[in-house]
Each structure stands twice: as C-alpha cells, then as structure tokens.
C-alpha cells in the first residue's frame, strides 16, 4: 500500500494547487481571460528551467544514451500507433471537431506540466527517472506541434515543424545538455539553484490555470458527460497499461535498467495534454471538448495514476 499511499498523496496535492484559481475566479478578482498571461510565464520561464534544470542533473552514461534512445523511439511508435487506433475509436462520432478533439485527448499526454513534475515527486531519489521523462516530453512535445495541430485543426498547413523544433522545451534542452558536457554545475553552480528556483513554479502555476478554466465550467458536467469518460477509459487505463506491457518487453529484450518502466508509465498514465485548449482556441477547434475532456482526465486520474501505479508495483517482479 506504501506505493499506492505515495503516489496518491503526490496526485492529491498536485490538484490541490488548482484551488487558488477556482477561488480567484469565483470570488471576481480575476477573468479567465487572464489566465494567458500566466500560461506565457509558464511557457516561456517554468518549463525552459524545469528542462534545463533536469537536464543538467543527467548523467550521460553509455547506459542512458541507450536507454533515451530507445524512449525516444518508443515514444514515437507509441504515439503514432494510438494516432492510427483512434481512427477506429471515434468512428462513430460524425462531428469532425468533436472527433479530433476525442483522438488528441486519448494520445497526447501532459507530460511538461504534470508528468516531469510527477516523476520529479515521487522519484526524487532516482535522476535516472526523471531524466528518461524528460527526453518522454521532448519528442512528445515535437509530436504535439505536427500530429496534434493537424487533429484539433484538421488542416494539414496548421503543422508547424518550425515550432516543432524551436520551442522553449527543446531549446532548453539542447542548451542543458551542452552545459552538461561542459560541466558547468561544477564550475558556476549558481546556474543550477538559479534553475531550480524556477522550476518550483511549473506544477503549482500550471494546476492554477487549470483551476482558473475549471472555475467557469460545471463540474456537473464534466461527470455528466460519456465522451469524457470513453476518452479518459482510453487515455487514462488503455495507453498506460499498453505502454507499461510493450515497455516491459522492450526493455528485457534490451536488457535496459529496469527503473525505465517507471518512466514509461508516468510519461502515458497522466492526463491530456493541455494544448488541446490553447489549439482549440487558436485553430478553430471544438474548444467545449477539449476544455471537457482536459478538465475531466486531469480530475479522473487522480484514481486512475495511483491504483495503476500500485497494480504495477505489484506485478513488476512478473514483467521485469
């Protein structure tokens, strides 16, 4: 139950932090609308330093380049498998929106704002964990800008591979890695606290936007609603499990360190990818589901990530 207690406890306080939005937002000090200029801090200042951050903190091992290399092709196959499934999985839906909204949210998972932050709480012994969520965010953060624009748009020239690969995400990564080489946590370790300071304000701001969208939005609805519940029964319990399966076997095949299952699991068992609002706003997309379905994952998987987690620390010894 110890594993179960941890996570639990971890995922409880994360949506806590959501709670200073709501009362924000109900009490009239502030709009929604103003939430956008807290998701550009976020952008722009929490996550680059929570990247940078772990990616000094990496040990660039033989054993890691192995590892991050097989995430990375993992990642993709993954994603592009559950991009193609999802065609099977919405075919009923006839509203075209409302149909790539449901295939974003049942693929793409909030891995910068809540699945690194996540793996950083509970796995604050283990680097080697956060490191392989980490390299999980980068390609899954590429992935969003080419596949995920094109699902919320349904228009192919909405595909940005320029913004795919110069991002805040990936360039702070690249620069991180190329202080990592240096050794500069050695010789100007200020540039580390300096980091970490910053990376503190990812999970509490992102939680708080979050909390900001949910204050306008019934909660009745969100649990009313069967599209909420058929997209997170896929997002929330198909892909973790999937992916925790199919990563088992990778990684014996591969004889790769065994704590990488941890990784895999938390990089498919969080909830939506919040972009599916910021696309939806800006694309034209159906912004009432991807709110929904944003809103309704994030407060199911406080069930859903630790019973997952507890089952796998249960049955690990038989998959590894």
């Excluded at 772990?54 to 040990?59: K, N, P, R």
């Amino acid at each position: 139950m110890d594993a179960l207690w941890i996570m639990l406890k971890n995922v409880l306080l994360f949506v806590a932090y959501a709670v200073p939005g709501v009362l924000l937002v109900k009490s009239k000090l502030l709009k929604t609308n103003e939430s956008l200029a807290l998701s550009k801090v976020l952008t722009y200042v929490g996550m680059p330093f929570l990247i940078l951050s772990s990616t000094l903190s990496i040990e660039l091992t033989k054993s890691f380049a192995k590892t991050a290399i097989t995430a990375v092709a993992f990642c993709v196959v993954i994603t592009f498998a559950f991009f193609f499934l999802t065609i099977l999985l919405t075919a009923r839906e006839q509203e075209e929106k409302k149909r790539g909204v449901m295939r974003f949210a049942m693929t793409f998972s909030n891995n910068g704002f809540l699945g690194i932050p996540l793996a950083m709480a509970v796995f604050k012994d283990n680097p080697f964990i956060v490191s392989v969520a980490v390299v999980f965010n980068i390609i899954n953060n590429v992935m969003l800008y080419t596949m995920g624009a094109y699902l919320i748009s349904g228009d192919k020239s909405k595909i940005s591979l320029k913004k795919a690969i110069i991002n805040p995400v990936v360039i702070s990564f690249v620069l991180g890695v190329a202080l990592n080489l240096v050794g500069i946590k050695n010789y100007v370790p200020e540039v580390v606290t300096f980091s970490d300071g910053l990376k503190n304000i990812v999970t509490p701001l992102s939680m708080m936007i979050l909390g900001i969208k949910l204050a306008n939005v019934p909660v009745k609805s969100l649990f009313n609603s069967i599209t909420v519940y058929y997209v997170s029964l896929i997002k929330l319990i198909v892909m973790p499990v999937a992916s925790v399966v199919l990563g088992a076997l990778l990684i014996n095949a591969l004889n790769l360190q065994a704590d990488a299952i941890y990784a895999f699991f938390i990089a498919f068992a969080v909830p939506t990818a919040s972009l599916a609002t910021t696309f939806a706003d800006q694309f034209g997309g159906d912004t009432y589901n991807a709110v929904t379905c944003t809103l309704g994952s994030t407060l199911l998987s406080v069930i859903t990530i630790p019973v997952l987690f507890y089952l796998l620390n249960l049955l690990l010894p038989f998959i590894s």
